[in-house]
């Protein structure tokens, strides 16, 4: 995308692809520490480990994971989801027409992050699937949510693995149901719903008991009036009137059952449209997430330095971070059509950890491209010392 611009030569782009190679290869090697330190602190948490924990963990680690695991989505460029966002997104009416209940007081620790925030509008059906209409939402490109039950309180599927925790990453999750990403999730019935299955159940039932009941319960409230001395009229209990009361109550226990199943095959909808919608938003459970994590955070952390670099490249200097900002946002805006919050404070300080800017006179510029080579080739032979001699006490 830099290059497309046009403002380097043939020459000079050749140079720039092979700064970009050792750009990539320098972050590479050094997310690959943030990585293993994830794994280590997950490592007793991990519900998925297939081996055994020997003693060896401890807990006066100078970081916890969490603590990492924020670093990790900050680098990653998610942003945590306040607790009135995730409040706010609860009380919204579901995009998928179905209300969810959480039992928060099972979770010891909840922390939602986002990144990718967009409106986007779709069509859905009201009044019974009749009529389609247009509504526009909130929607998060990626969502990631870290669960940790309270001691005695996970479910039964979790009894018995480590940690007590879950670690989740989604795709394309409207904000108004974020619940739905949740282990304890209960489908509920919303009121509409409670309507439909329980007006046509009322008057359903007062049909069948004013023209199929009716005689039947008659009779045998009589007949319990007479048992019980209301009255001393004795009621006649033939075969016949027998039969009848029979095939009343059994018409109208027919017609309960009816409706209960009625109320548990609309419930086992609402349970597959939810399966199928985490089916196709689910990219990674546990260790996993944060393996795409660290490769997220690698490329962002990547792009941004690029970006930058590019820019001051190719413009030779600039007075201020703000004008090196407001080229790069106007650039995404005007060429690639997206709106972009550059983080240019930190794309600058990574330059700088790398020799690869500097600031003379009031302004912003970089080394050359094969000065910047020289700089990064020299890091990666750096990381390494076995053929320097320092390891055998030698300077």
């Not at 209300?99 to 986007?120: A, P």
């Not at 004008?323 to 995404?332: A, I, K, T």
Request: charged residues 25%; glycine residues 6%.
């Amino acid at each position: 995308m830099c290059l497309a611009t046009g403002k380097l030569a043939g020459p000079e782009q050749l140079k720039f692809r092979e700064f970009c190679h050792l750009l990539k290869s320098v972050f590479h090697f050094e997310y690959h520490e943030n990585l293993e330190q994830l794994k280590d602190l997950y490592a007793p948490l991990n519900p998925d480990r297939d081996t055994r924990k020997v003693g060896v963990f401890t807990d006066d680690e100078d970081i916890t994971f969490i603590e990492a695991l924020n670093q990790l989505l900050d680098k990653a460029n998610y942003e945590v989801l306040s607790q009135a966002a995730i409040v706010k997104a609860l009380e919204e009416s579901s995009l998928f027409q179905i209300k969810l209940n959480i039992d928060f007081d099972q979770f010891e620790e909840v922390l939602l992050y986002t990144r990718g925030e967009s409106e986007h509008t779709q069509q859905v059906r009201v009044l019974f699937g009749l009529i389609k209409r247009e509504i526009t939402f909130t929607n998060f490109d990626r969502v990631v949510i870290y669960i940790k039950y309270k001691d005695g309180l996970m479910p039964d599927a979790a009894k018995g693995k480590p940690g007590a925790t879950m670690l989740k990453l989604f795709q394309n999750v409207p904000s108004a149901d974020v619940e739905m990403l949740f282990p304890n999730t209960r489908v509920a019935m919303r009121g509409v719903d409670k309507l439909m299955i329980g007006v046509p159940a009322l008057i359903g039932a007062a049909a069948i008991v004013t023209t199929k009941v009716g005689a039947s319960l008659l009779l045998l409230g009589t007949l319990l009036g007479f048992w019980m001395g209301l009255h001393s009229e004795e009621v006649e209990l033939d075969q016949a009137r027998l039969l009848a009361i029979v095939a009343g109550l059994a018409g109208l226990g027919s017609y309960i059952w009816k409706q209960f199943s009625n109320f548990k095959n609309r419930k086992l909808l609402f349970m597959q449209a939810l399966t199928q919608n985490l089916y196709f938003k689910n990219l990674d459970n546990n260790a996993g997430v944060f393996h795409r994590l660290v490769d997220d955070a690698e490329e962002e952390e990547c792009k941004e330095a690029i970006v930058a670099y590019y820019f001051l490249l190719t413009e030779g200097s600039m007075s201020s971070e703000q004008e090196l900002d407001e080229q790069v946002e106007s650039w995404f805006q005007s060429r690639w059509d997206s709106t972009v919050d550059f983080e240019v404070d930190d794309a600058l300080q990574k330059l700088k950890n790398l020799g690869l800017v500097n600031e003379r006179q009031g302004r912003i510029e970089v080394v050359s491209v094969d000065e910047a080579c020289r700089f990064l080739d020299k890091r990666w032979d750096e990381y390494f010392e076995y053929n320097s001699g320092k390891l055998d006490g030698d300077d």
